[in-house]
């Protein structure tokens, strides 16, 4: 290969809120597959909120990313040269590629069905959707007639999980900021209803919209919103723990949730989950999933930026809002 | 009857540290029971940290004590005069006597069987008892093995619990305030260790006794404590939270917990009960720990305080961690 591989390495730990300059473009030859390998070209990437947090040097459910290492990502790519059985010239595969543009895969890679749209392998049919779907029916033991509140409501993941409970017969109240992400949400994904927590009054509208209590709050942002929804959980709530995006980008890791100990008297339950334990069930959910996206069940949304170079500043999107759904690059 | 009832109400509710003032002291004449009734005249009342939270005017897991009302509370009293079936003068009983030195029960009085000390039927044998047994084995679903550590743990629920936790050959590491409790919770109740949070860096000291982290943390403490805790959580642990009494005289709600978000990585439950959901069981309980203090495998405490005028002081002294084991009165 005359082609040169470029790379974002990440080069230092970020302090506080993550910057481009934490990451560092570099380039290398076009590495060739050895036997049992495989040569792929990245088209797709996707950027996840959790990304902040590989970047700590702290305990956590996977090693963190080291200083001067390929920064960690999942991607769809192509391949291009194959020395492994199964694998073929021009097949699609997802996998942990990394933040560059050619990368040598092997048998952990997974072939994309024919016809697969990368988008959704990268969204509601990949990871993002397994934590909604495994999230919100296992960790939050949901029933029907939950009352079901999710923050983060307009992004990848909270949106499947309001979906989810619809499908399930649940009441679905989702959190998001702006009123373009709220209209989304009770005109196409069907919600229920929609705080918008940039110009309302979050506790005041849960109290409105929930007068019985909340039965299952899935949470993916912490700080002041968690605390209000945990001022209004219902007797047994169950409280899903999967992100606290406002806390991230945080030097100082912020106070926790003043009102936890309503678990005391509502007799609630706090659980955090990291969906790669539910792997090996990934088919169930994966076929549940396509059949309601073929349906038209479940509305999906991503916001795909282009480029290469600009891997680093698509990911601070999702920091600050500005991303409407899965957060993408096409290279 | 020509004594005088003398009755301790609530007269205003308490803002921060909970004073002697917030209560009065009011003589009635001793009531006369009617057909189904009994006369009690109270013997010993327990007082419990939860009381802090009784007084307050908002949802609990009971209805508030209402202003200018008699101040609830378990007792163990005798029965002076009867007009129920089943119930003859001198049986002893307990229940929600309340702080008062006379009281009309009924049928909801438990009667303690023969030989029964009462000062073993407010704490290890009851409601105290039956919060470590179930909090325990029950939400903290306790497996053989298991590194346990507990707060508030010379108290009347977490010594329970710390000696639970060894009969099931688990691992049990108390928290407690001062080194003769410390060398109670070792020498005594065969703890494995204890941290005396007064005078000992209470994370640094979980660090060296538990170096692969906690299974379970019972809390009945809250604040920094629980927060050192959070921080050191196994794979998988359960965190039962039964009480928090370092916030219950907080003016405000004090911060959360900082490390809340540690049940993400550890895949970790906090969860909260109420024991009173768990008194249709209560007899597996009372003959599990019945047996156990008979054979002399549960070593118990109790401070005992005398003088119906005391009543208030004594239940201040649980808030200064003054009490030494479950804190009584005798009248």
């Given at each position: 290969m005359s082609e040169t591989n470029r790379q974002w390495l990440m080069c230092s730990r970020p302090v506080g809120m993550v910057k481009e300059s934490d990451f560092e473009l570099r380039s290398s030859p076009v590495p060739e597959p050895g036997d049992g390998q495989v040569l792929v070209r990245t088209r797709w990437l996707a950027l996840e909120p959790a990304m902040r947090g590989w970047m700590e040097d702290r305990p956590n459910y996977m090693p963190p990313v080291g200083i001067g290492e390929v920064m960690r990502g999942m991607g769809v790519g192509e391949v291009v040269?194959?020395?492994?059985?199964g694998y073929a010239s021009g097949d699609l595969v997802s996998g942990m590629?990394?933040?560059?543009e050619w990368v040598l895969g092997d048998g952990g890679l997974r072939k994309l069905p024919e016809g697969t749209d990368p988008r959704l392998a990268l969204s509601t049919l990949g990871i993002t959707g397994l934590t909604a779907y495994f999230g919100l029916?296992?960790?939050?033991?949901l029933k029907e007639g939950d009352v079901v509140v999710v923050s983060g409501a307009a992004g990848a993941t909270g949106s499947v999980v309001g979906q989810i409970a619809k499908l399930k017969g649940c009441r679905a109240i989702g959190i998001a900021g702006g009123a373009d992400k709220c209209a989304w949400l009770t005109d196409k994904a069907g919600f229920d209803a929609a705080i918008d927590y940039k110009n309302e009054d979050v506790g005041a509208r849960l109290s409105e919209l929930c007068p019985d209590g909340i039965d299952v709050y899935f949470d993916n942002v912490g700080g002041p919103i968690l605390d209000q929804a945990l001022a209004r959980i219902a007797r047994g709530a169950r409280i899903v723990v999967c992100g606290a995006i406002s806390a991230y980008n945080q030097e100082e890791t912020p106070p926790g949730p003043r009102n936890y100990y309503r678990i005391v008297a509502q007799r609630g339950r706090m659980e955090g989950f990291v969906v790669l334990d539910f792997l090996p069930r990934a088919a169930e959910a994966v076929a549940d999933l396509a059949k309601w996206v073929a349906e038209g069940k479940i509305a999906w949304q991503v916001d795909v930026q282009h480029g290469f170079e600009n891997v680093p500043q698509t990911l601070l999107r999702l920091y600050t809002g500005a991303n409407f759904g899965k957060q993408l690059l096409e290279l």
């Amino acid at each position: 290969m005359s082609e040169t591989n470029r790379q974002w390495l990440m080069c230092s730990r970020p302090v506080g809120m993550v910057k481009e300059s934490d990451f560092e473009l570099r380039s290398s030859p076009v590495p060739e597959p050895g036997d049992g390998q495989v040569l792929v070209r990245t088209r797709w990437l996707a950027l996840e909120p959790a990304m902040r947090g590989w970047m700590e040097d702290r305990p956590n459910y996977m090693p963190p990313v080291g200083i001067g290492e390929v920064m960690r990502g999942m991607g769809v790519g192509e391949v291009v040269k194959s020395k492994l059985d199964g694998y073929a010239s021009g097949d699609l595969v997802s996998g942990m590629l990394g933040w560059q543009e050619w990368v040598l895969g092997d048998g952990g890679l997974r072939k994309l069905p024919e016809g697969t749209d990368p988008r959704l392998a990268l969204s509601t049919l990949g990871i993002t959707g397994l934590t909604a779907y495994f999230g919100l029916l296992e960790v939050g033991q949901l029933k029907e007639g939950d009352v079901v509140v999710v923050s983060g409501a307009a992004g990848a993941t909270g949106s499947v999980v309001g979906q989810i409970a619809k499908l399930k017969g649940c009441r679905a109240i989702g959190i998001a900021g702006g009123a373009d992400k709220c209209a989304w949400l009770t005109d196409k994904a069907g919600f229920d209803a929609a705080i918008d927590y940039k110009n309302e009054d979050v506790g005041a509208r849960l109290s409105e919209l929930c007068p019985d209590g909340i039965d299952v709050y899935f949470d993916n942002v912490g700080g002041p919103i968690l605390d209000q929804a945990l001022a209004r959980i219902a007797r047994g709530a169950r409280i899903v723990v999967c992100g606290a995006i406002s806390a991230y980008n945080q030097e100082e890791t912020p106070p926790g949730p003043r009102n936890y100990y309503r678990i005391v008297a509502q007799r609630g339950r706090m659980e955090g989950f990291v969906v790669l334990d539910f792997l090996p069930r990934a088919a169930e959910a994966v076929a549940d999933l396509a059949k309601w996206v073929a349906e038209g069940k479940i509305a999906w949304q991503v916001d795909v930026q282009h480029g290469f170079e600009n891997v680093p500043q698509t990911l601070l999107r999702l920091y600050t809002g500005a991303n409407f759904g899965k957060q993408l690059l096409e290279l």
